[in-house]
């Protein structure tokens, strides 16, 4: 795995974690997420910690149309350490649900993590499992932000939208966001299939720049398979967009050969200005309990002079 790749552009491997079901705290607080701790060792290198945590807490009195969310969202390593909030008042209505303040973004917070095989550190390496410009801006650039976001249901299809504004050194960005999940019962081999899409565009001044993503993923039984394309592009210098020119694509597959075991990998590659890699990731997860995992994982890509890595994490999912 190429450290050179560890830049702002890394940046982009937060994304949100949808997905998770929410655990209630009681006196209608919720939270899902997760929290995990872990060690990578590159090849050649001396091993290093990284924590990384990503959760909502959310407070709604049942059947009120007002309530409250904390969004948290951190990665760290000895060199590093980014932490954002995303505090956002939400109203749930027949139209919807609606949340003013700093909530995540559209793609944020209804799109997939990219598929790295619970390789934490490798998908940070390689700045490609969120592709979230917001998310550069806010956790990675540490700015200000604040805006609006909605979302709707509507039967197996979800959508989303929202737009920001971030201030930085160089004045106010503007960050627009739309998401859409659809899933269907196939009947057959192919289980259950779920096609998500997103984009996102920002402008500042004279820069302006979009990303998209497109992915499938199909789950019947115990068996998961799935495949995911994303594209960056933006004006030369665009802060927010650290390379003009990226894009990447993945096949990914799982298997839980018990309950509580389940093992996974992913092929992929990733071109950064112009420079194309292949990569590729195994991994293995054990959950305990009611809710707590270790896993471990193996990263490595076509390039000879670059560093694999090798990583093993604790944590718990809400």
């Known amino acids: 795995m190429i450290r050179s790749y560890t830049s ?25 997420g997760y929290a995990e701790i872990g060690v990578v060792k590159y090849s050649g290198s001396d091993s290093e910690e990284f924590y990384r945590g990503d959760m909502d807490l959310r407070y709604a009195k049942d059947g009120s149309v007002l309530g409250f969310s904390l969004g948290i969202d951190g990665y760290g390593v000895a060199s590093q350490n980014m932490l954002v909030l995303y505090p956002a008042v939400e109203f749930n209505t027949t ?13 944020d917070s209804l799109l997939s ?19 979230s410009v917001a998310k550069t801006a806010a956790l990675g650039l540490e700015l200000d932000h604040y805006g609006a976001a909605w979302r709707g249901d509507f039967g197996a299809t979800s959508v989303a939208v929202s737009a920001h504004e971030f201030s930085d050194f160089i004045g106010d960005a503007k960050i627009f966001t739309a998401a859409v999940t659809h899933e269907r019962e196939t009947g057959g081999m192919l289980g259950t299939l779920t096609f998500e899409a997103g984009v996102e565009y920002a402008e500042e001044g004279s820069n302006s720049g979009t990303a998209f993503r497109l992915g499938a993923e199909a789950v019947n039984g115990r068996t998961t398979v799935g495949v995911l394309y994303a594209d960056l592009s933006a004006d030369a210098g665009f802060p927010y967009f650290p390379v003009a020119e990226t894009n990447a ?18 092929l992929g590659s990733v071109d950064i200005g112009g420079g194309s890699d292949a990569f590729y990731v195994i991994g293995a997860e054990y959950g305990f309990g009611e809710s707590g995992y270790v896993n471990a994982s193996y990263a490595d890509n076509q390039d000879a002079a670059s560093q694999s890595l090798f990583e093993v994490s604790a944590g718990w999912r809400f």
Do not use: C, H, Q, W
């Not at 491997?13 to 607080?29: I, K, R, V, Y």
């Not at 139209?95 to 793609?107: E, I």
């Not at 993590?113 to 499992?129: H, K, N």
């Not at 694509?249 to 992913?266: C, E, F, H, S, W």
């Open 8 to 32: 702002a552009l890394a940046l982009l491997a937060a994304s949100a974690t949808p997905g998770f079901a929410e655990t209630a705290l009681g006196d209608n607080f919720t939270i899902d």
């Open 95 to 107: 139209y919807g649900a609606f949340a003013l303040g700093a909530p995540r973004t559209a793609t």
């Open 113 to 131: 993590d990219a598929p790295m095989s619970y390789s934490t550190a490798g998908a940070f390496e390689l700045g490609i499992a969120g592709i």
């Open 249 to 266: 694509a993945m096949i990914y597959g799982g298997y839980d050969i018990t309950n509580r075991l389940t093992v996974k990998a992913t």
